[in-house]
């Protein structure tokens, strides 16, 4: 058995499952994934942009969901066939540059990291602000629910997010991939559903969407005061960057590499291979219909209702206003029905993404040579480490800016210019490393090239929105 828990484990390949029924029973990382994105993403930006917006970015939604989803199969195509991580896989790539000398060391060689690590480095502080915000709006949720038990003294809203902290705390450190598996499954079907119901009884009441609504959220026009709401959305919603990076770490621990197998000369590689690669697939697919479906129905509502009455979240009465969506559509007594799956989705965002930063961090330790890979007990320390000091983190942002939806835009910006770099590494590592038997096939190839040229358009637009607002 291998020492490195994170890559192909010897004496563990399983056939893969040849009906669509079987591949479902495989299914799990996908739900990981959609436990960190339905969450911040659709409550917090998606239902704040239709608030502000109205129906006008209809399409634009539905491009935030789509475009993602595609890098994301291609790039678990490579890891599940190779065992490469995220990192390592980001650290194969050419333009590697000189980090430290492994351990301090100085007659050992320098350590070389590539560029993209370099750049995802960046996004840590970013990444940490958002995480506050996130943090930020489950507490604030929390604080509403023991508000409403008599029995309970009332609870700050700061108070609560502490205790929100804490509870991710004990969760991850004592939690495994099957336990956090279970968790994220029960928050995330059930609020997107109880969401997806009260979209569709919205069109009982007087804040119904008609079609004039959705023509006229399909003609492409693209508001510059909303810009940078709309690119932190598109940055959140649907398979963000972050969630691509924590798929191929919580797709290992599943053991699909594993099942496939390191042997490349076993008669039976390639077709374990592409038949865990459809397993995969179908993981992503499920993904991307529960997303859908969970961010038209926060957009609709947002929309519908927040926009027509003129409220717009923000600071510490973010969760109370969009409270609105339900109270306003299925009446007052649905108010704690909302704020209950509020806290619940947040939540399950919040332990999932601190979840998988407690697998990529030790990760990236040991890709900067701080201690060797084969150091299983030190990197046992630094994921409890991270699982500690991330939530302590967030709470003491959170305490100091109070702006979850502002938070929650910092991290999904800089998320939204890490896209097409992954779009990049994922094309090179197909036509360099992957082998060629079991490569996507060409039109495959070419859309993600499609998709690259839409995400990095999307960047520079940005970028000119930016120069417009500052110096135009």
Known sequence: ??????????????????????????????????????????????????????????????????????????????????????????NRMPGRTPARRHAGQWWCPKVEVSWPIWFGLLGFFPGLVTSGGIIGGAGQALGLLLDAVPAIPEVDGKVATGIAAILVMLLLWTGRYGRIEKILVVMVMSFSFTTIVCAALMQTTEFQVTADDIVAGLQFDFPLEFLFLAVGMYGATGVASSEIAGYTYWCIEKGYPSF????????????????????????????????????????????????????????DETVAILANMYSLTLGDWSTYLFIFGAFFILFSTVLSGLGAGSRSFPDLLVTFGFFPRKNLETRLKWTRGYIIG?????????????????????????????????????????????????????????????????????????????YLDNFG
């Open 390 to 466: 991330m939530p302590i983190l967030s709470f003491l942002l959170y305490m100091l800016l109070e702006r979850p939806i502002a938070m929650v835009i910092v991290g999904a910006t800089f998320g939204a210019f890490m896209l097409p770099i992954q779009a990049v590494v994922t094309l090179y590592m197909q036509r360099k490393r992957m082998d060629p038997r079991v490569r996507p096939k060409n039109w495959v190839t070419w859309c993600i090239v499609g998709v690259f040229l839409a995400m990095a358009t999307l960047c520079a637009f940005y970028i000119y929105g930016v």
């Open 1 to 90: 058995m291998s020492d490195d828990p994170y890559t192909i484990q010897p004496g563990r390949t399983r056939e893969p499952p040849t009906t669509l029924l079987g591949r479902l029973r495989y299914l799990g990382p996908g739900i990981i994934v959609s436990g960190s994105i339905v969450g911040s993403g659709e409550i917090l930006l998606t239902a704040g942009l239709g608030a502000a917006a109205g129906f006008t970015l209809l399409w634009f939604v539905l491009f935030s969901c789509w475009i993602k989803s595609l890098v994301q199969a291609e790039f678990a195509r490579y890891v599940v066939t190779t065992g490469d991580t995220y990192l390592r896989t980001l």
């Open 260 to 315: 496939v197998g390191g042997d490349r000369e076993d008669p039976r590689w390639v077709a374990r291979a592409k038949g865990w690669v459809r397993v995969v697939q179908v993981d992503v697919l499920v993904t991307l219909v529960i997303l859908t479906f969970a961010t038209l129905s926060f957009y609709f509502l947002g929309a519908g209702v927040l926009h027509s009455q003129g409220l717009v979240p923000e600071r």
